[in-house]
Nanobody, 123 residues
């Protein structure tokens, strides 16, 4: 079992930066691929970024590429999402997810989810 708790969301202005954190419980955090997804009101949950269990490989949605950076610290059981140049269209609940071993950008393939943290970007 893996429990995930996100933090770091808030209300910011367009162009600002935020860093989200996701703290994971369990002793096998380093065995999990970790992803960030987001869901805006009335919209489908969408992929944002993913990092392989080893930290060596990352992928991003086209909409955030060049602005967001995902990273992980396996010693701290934490994954981060550094968001820069935020836009109003980035407004959503951001959710952290874990999948054992295998790399994926598909939400339905993830086994564990956090409750999410709200990010609101005003224009």
């Amino acid at each position: 079992q893996v429990q995930l708790v996100e933090s770091g969301g808030g209300l910011v202005q367009a162009g600002d930066s935020l860093r989200l954190s996701c703290a994971a419980s369990g002793r096998t955090f380093s065995s999990y691929t970790m992803g960030w997804f987001r869901q805006a009101p009335g919209k489908e949950r969408e992929f944002v970024a993913v990092v392989r269990w080893s930290g060596t490989t990352t992928s991003y949605a086209d909409s955030v590429k060049g602005r967001f950076t995902i990273s992980r610290d396996n010693a701290k059981n934490t994954v981060y999402l550094q968001m820069t140049s935020l836009k109003p269209e980035d407004t959503a609940v951001y959710l952290c997810a874990a999948r054992f071993r295998y790399y994926s950008t598909t939400a339905s393939e993830y086994n564990y989810w956090g409750q999410g943290t709200q990010v609101t970007v005003s224009s």
